[in-house]
């Protein structure tokens, strides 16, 4: 399992509130208009961050389907 960031349900035009919530620090924004990026590294898919996005953005998928 990994996490992703759907484009599509993300507006991209703010701070993504999931970055404070990661107990791993591995969801990152380079700046207010960006797409939240998660770090297949430092994620261990808790799943806090995708309970906590409001907009339903990010979202679990099968490792190989992400791909």
């Known amino acids: 399992m990994k996490l992703i960031v759907d484009a599509n349900r993300c507006p991209q035009n703010h701070r993504c509130p999931a ?3 990661c107990p791993k620090k591995a969801i990152t924004q380079r700046n ?5 990026v998660i770090d297949d590294d430092q994620c261990i898919v ?9 907009m339903g953005a ?3 998928v099968e490792a190989d389907v992400a791909r």
């Not at 207010?32 to 939240?36: A, D, K, N, T």
């Open 46 to 54: 808790c799943g806090k961050c995708t309970r906590y996005c409001p």
């Open 58 to 60: 990010i979202r679990t």
């Open 19 to 21: 970055i404070y919530v």
């Open 32 to 36: 207010v208009f960006s797409l939240p």
